[in-house]
């Protein structure tokens, strides 16, 4: 089955503890993307990727690093969580650059840094 | 910079009733437009894209219009279902492959 899988669903954490998310899409996907999503604020982009080894900076970027060293991974990693942190969060994928190009997500995953 | 907002917020319906979402964005220089659903709890299903050279897609019950010259989309839902009850999400996508999204409209269908 086409997907994109993220772990884990759920995560609490303390502040200042590094942890990875991780996401994986089984579709060959070259673009991925991470998001937050907030209460009133909707989806902000985090980070996006265009192929291996290419990343970029979305809106909301502080606090956050991502690798893209395989094409089906796309890891979300945040050095010293804050509770600011807290949040939502969806990875997405799409085939290619082309604008017919649907983006796919995965699950979510619920952060909470205390 | 880009700026997407949706309105209505939320909508509440009786059943059967035709509606309309809206999404407006600030720059016309897009690269394509996508309508989403999400549950409570749940991730992002796409419903409808269009291409910034299209002026409308169908699936179903559901029809979205793009006018890039007014920076506007509208996702039109014919006799609506309580089934249909869910947030509803516009993402804009620019030249550089950001994507920006509005807030999402909220809306619930009553039986």
């Known amino acids: 089955e086409a997907q994109v899988t993220q772990n884990p669903r759920y995560l609490i954490t303390v502040t200042g503890k590094k942890l990875t998310v991780t996401c994986s899409q089984n579709m060959n996907h070259e673009y991925m993307s991470w998001y937050r999503q907030d209460p009133g604020l909707g989806l902000r982009q985090i980070y996006y990727?265009?192929?291996?080894?290419?990343?970029d900076k979305g809106d909301v970027p502080e606090g956050y690093k991502v690798s893209r060293k395989e094409k089906r991974n796309f890891p979300l990693i945040l050095e010293s969580p804050s509770p600011n942190q807290t949040s939502l969060y969806f990875c997405a994928s799409s085939l290619s650059r082309d604008s017919t190009d649907t983006q796919y997500f995965g699950p979510g995953t619920r952060l909470t840094v205390l | 910079k880009q700026e997407v907002t949706q309105i209505p917020a939320a909508l509440s319906v009786p059943e059967g009733e035709n509606l309309v979402l809206n999404c407006s964005f600030t720059d016309s220089a897009i690269y394509n437009l996508q309508w989403f659903r999400q549950d409570p709890g749940k991730g992002l299903t796409s419903l409808l894209l269009i291409q910034s050279s299209q002026r409308e897609q169908t699936s179903g019950r559901l029809n979205a219009s793009l006018d890039k010259s007014s920076g506007r989309s509208t996702l039109y839902i014919a006799a609506s279902q309580p089934g249909d009850s869910a947030t509803y999400l516009c993402?804009?996508?620019?030249?550089?492959?950001?994507?920006?999204f509005g807030a999402g409209t909220r809306l619930f269908v009553k039986a």
């Open positions: 990727s265009m192929n291996v080894e290419v990343t």
């Open positions: 993402a804009v996508r620019g030249g550089g492959f950001k994507t920006i």
